[in-house]
């Protein structure tokens, strides 16, 4: 064996092994090979007097992938390190390095940000040590990450019986339960608008009120609206009459964020499913017989396209659409424009998606679809829009109508099915005609609460306040439904969005933590963790450091909590104790809420909350021929009827019950 190369997935290796031909064995580890372990204080795995050194332990379902690539390894001539291009996958090839015996310094970790020939090829002929910087930055994210959230999740399972708190998880909970205090706190305030209706040459337009006398209209009742009406009063002088072509900029190419959010609102993709289907696309899918990789690294903050990449999309428009249809791509100044990462992107401008559509899952088209053609657009011309603006004078009010044509479609030739608008055609109107109202009216509106959160929107609210990195949000929403936290919902039955909305038990959890932690679980404290993960990553911090002052800041807020934070006593039943007397109280357990003894651990009475049915029985007048007692007809938990003897369990007489109907048995269960 020449070379043994390992990635994380099994679908890339496909793809890449393909590439790199007999030379090479390409082989996976199935994402992370080991985590902190759970020994020492406090299960952490995370000597804190020693410079917080962490403790690794071997997954107990990689033990066979570690032992196999340690043969694989031993054999080869090098192995090549080439996880996922980002912090998470540095430190993956890190722990395969430390694993493996092999050298982090050795320029043996490859890194591609598209799974294409090219991109893989180029990769290997220009490997690189491991980044310690990097794997530096993932390992104090995982360090503070795993003392919150063993502290915390120990802390409040203790005093209010919730499963998990976390770093980023309990700063998204906090969100949404702030937005629900604001809606439930929420006035609405009365407002009126009031708008004109006109034609001119059989064609039928409005206008509304922007100003009166000289300001904008603020019209709190009826009677106000109804004395504005009165005052407006033909005819109406057209002030002004403007026509201007406006252009219309094409959107930048998805970030992880931006695609997570489009696709929820565009595709109705729930964030989970639409990094699952990209994470497909990028790792590889079979074309007329060949694996390759149809995006580009699907977790990326950067909106930058490669010169090479332009280039063929250019020539490609050109060649499809002509030579007006290209435009000038506007890269986004950020600080992420000038790093390895590209926008997400298609790797090849060739594979059009209705021609490789046959080739794609349902999800995988739809996805790749909107990728490719967001890609596409981002490098066309802008939409040319004529625009009249026309403004009505009558007394002290000043009325508006606004229209506008498109008159050229530039990068919405590609991209208008994601962006529909319509045409709104004024008559020919000019600067001091006079025309009369047909109807002038008002409208009733109240001030509307803030918007409850869908997935769309918390991506983007947790991305604007730089709350976690957008890798992690399809986890993030995850967790804090799966405890229990918040519901996925629609509102009310005239809804037709889903959105958050906090259960009793996230609501208890977020205000407990805003109670005694609310220095360090907060938007701005988090977003700042953020900045220092970023700032070890780029050899700026040190991370013991980091790490030190983020546990002295949490130990004594933990302590006060233990001491002052009221414990939550389990609800009770009303009911007594069988055994000992005492009052019997509702607790959670493993696999839910269950009946016990308020006198535990003294009194181990428990039952499950609700009482199992009772079997159903009949009696027979028949006795059992083994021990003369009656015979029971019963229905057992399968649904088949059976005869029984009532003296069980001491006579174990039972036979089947021909005069019903078999239903099904268990393997192994089948009575003769």
């Known amino acids: 064996m020449k070379g043994l190369v390992i990635v994380e997935s099994p679908a890339k290796s496909k793809t890449i092994g393909k590439y790199l031909g007999k030379d090479y064995t390409v082989t996976a580890s199935i994402g992370h090979i080991c985590d902190l372990a759970t020994t020492g204080p406090g299960g952490l795995g995370i000597d804190v007097e020693h410079d917080f050194t962490p403790t690794y332990a071997i997954n107990k379902d990689k033990k066979n992938i570690v032992k196999e690539l340690k ?14 291009p980002d912090r998470e996958g540095e430190a993956i090839s890190w722990h395969l390095a430390r694993e493996l015996g092999l050298d982090p310094e050795a320029l043996t970790r490859v890194e591609f940000h598209e799974i294409t020939k090219k991109a893989v090829t180029n990769a290997f002929e220009n490997p690189r040590k491991i980044d310690m910087d990097l794997v530096k930055s993932q390992e104090s994210r995982r360090v503070l990450d795993r003392i919150l959230g063993f502290k915390l999740s120990k802390l409040l399972n203790n005093k209010i019986k919730s499963k998990s708190a976390g770093r980023v998880q309990s700063v998204a909970l906090k969100l949404i339960v702030d937005r629900e205090k604001e809606i439930k706190a929420f006035k609405p305030e009365e407002y009126w608008t009031v708008q004109a209706k006109f034609e001119k040459d059989g064609m039928a337009f409005d206008a509304d009120l922007t ?3 000289g300001e904008k209209p603020h019209i709190a009742n009826k009677e106000e609206a109804d004395r504005v ?3 407006s009063v033909n005819p109406f002088t057209v002030i002004s009459a403007e026509e201007k072509v406006k252009n219309k900029k094409p959107h930048l190419v998805f970030t992880t964020s931006t695609l997570q959010q489009e696709a929820s609102t565009k595709l109705g993709f729930a964030v989970k499913r639409t ?3 990209a994470q497909s696309l990028y790792e590889g899918v079979s074309i007329g017989g060949d694996l390759t990789g149809l995006i580009t690294y699907m977790r990326t903050d950067s909106t930058r396209l490669s010169p090479e990449f332009m280039a063929a999309a250019k020539e490609f428009i050109v060649n499809r659409y002509g030579k007006q249809y290209t435009g000038y791509y506007r890269q986004k100044n950020d600080s992420n424009a000038q790093d390895a990462h590209e926008g997400i992107r298609p790797a090849h401008i060739e594979y059009v998606p209705e021609e490789i559509k046959d080739s794609l899952t349902s999800d995988q088209y739809k996805l790749y679809r909107f990728i490719y053609y967001r890609t596409l657009a981002a ?10 603006n026309i403004l009505l004078n009558t007394g002290a009010y000043e009325y508006t109508a606004q229209g506008h044509t498109q008159v050229f479609d530039g990068y919405l030739k590609v991209y208008a099915e994601y962006e529909a608008s319509k045409d709104v055609v004024l008559p020919k109107i000019t600067e001091n005609d006079l025309l009369d109202a047909k109807k002038v009216e008002g409208e009733q509106h109240f001030t509307e609460p803030p918007q409850r959160y869908t997935e769309a929107r918390l991506v983007k609210e947790m991305e604007k306040n730089g709350i976690g990195r957008p890798s992690t949000y399809a986890d993030i929403i995850d967790k804090i439904q799966s405890r229990g936290y918040v519901e996925l919902k629609k509102p009310n039955d005239n809804s037709k969005t889903k959105v958050f909305i906090p259960t009793e038990q996230g609501e208890l959890t977020s205000g407990k933590l805003d109670e005694f932690f609310k220095d360090m679980i907060n938007v701005k404290y988090t977003a700042k963790m953020e900045d ?9 911090m040190d991370h013991v450091s980091f790490e030190r002052d983020f546990y002295n800041k949490l130990m004594p807020l933990l302590d006060n909590a233990y001491k002052n934070m009221e414990k939550k006593e389990p609800e009770k039943t009303g009911e007594v104790c069988p055994e000992c007397g005492k009052e019997l109280v509702i607790r959670d357990g493993r696999f839910g809420k269950f009946i016990s003894c308020s006198g535990y651990p003294d009194c181990k009475y428990h039952r499950p909350l609700e009482e199992k049915k009772k079997t159903e029985t009949i009696e027979l007048e028949e006795t059992c021929p083994e021990c ?3 015979l029971l007809k019963r229905k057992s938990r399968y649904g088949n009827w059976f005869i029984g003897c009532s003296n069980f369990p001491k006579c174990r007489y039972i036979r089947n019950d021909e005069s019903e109907p078999k239903k099904y048995y268990p393997k192994g269960r089948k009575r003769k």
């Open 211 to 213: 100003k009166a006398n």
């Open 379 to 388: 490098l066309m011309a802008d939409a040319k829009n004529s625009v009249t």
């Open 71 to 84: 043969d694989l390894s031993s054999k080869a001539d090098v192995t090549y390190l080439a996880t996922d």
């Open 275 to 277: 990094m699952r289907t």
């Open 229 to 231: 009406i009165a005052e």
């Open 532 to 540: 220092s993960l970023d700032e070890i990553a780029e050899g700026k």
């Open 628 to 630: 003369g007692a009656k």
